[in-house]
């Protein structure tokens, strides 16, 4: 078999064109919003493996939850919270026509981690 510069060209446009769904799958699968508590190393580390923009409800306190009163942007919001926080975080979602669409704990004592869209 002989490698020419067609053959390269070709197999370059099908490896592109198998990739290019997966990495759009990848870009819809990531969160607009991580909701973290920066008191919680498990909520810390959770924020850290998500990326992207954050919001640390230990600071919203002091800022009377301003940040989820304002506007946010459309897509997956995910969380890694206690549970008395994220009643507060669903509430100011669900004014925003967002709806639950999973949570879950892992054990009594730990943080809940849920997904809203």
């Known amino acids: ?3 020419s510069r067609r053959s390269v060209l070709k197999l370059g446009l099908a490896a592109a064109a198998t990739a290019a769904p997966i990495s759009r799958g990848i870009a819809q699968k990531r969160p607009v919003l991580v909701v973290f508590d920066s008191r919680l190393p498990e909520s810390l580390a959770f924020a850290r493996a998500q990326g992207g923009r954050v ?32 009643v507060l975080v669903r ?12 949570q ?5 004592h730990t943080p809940f981690v849920w997904e809203m869209a």
């Open 104 to 108: 879950s704990q892992s054990g009594r």
């Open 1 to 3: 078999m002989s490698v």
């Open 55 to 86: 919001l640390d409800i230990a600071r919203e306190p002091a800022l009377l939850w301003r940040n989820l009163r304002n506007p946010l942007p459309q897509g997956r919001i995910v969380g890694m919270t206690r549970w008395s926080d994220l």
């Open 91 to 102: 509430g100011a979602l669900e004014d925003q026509g967002r709806r639950m669409r999973s």
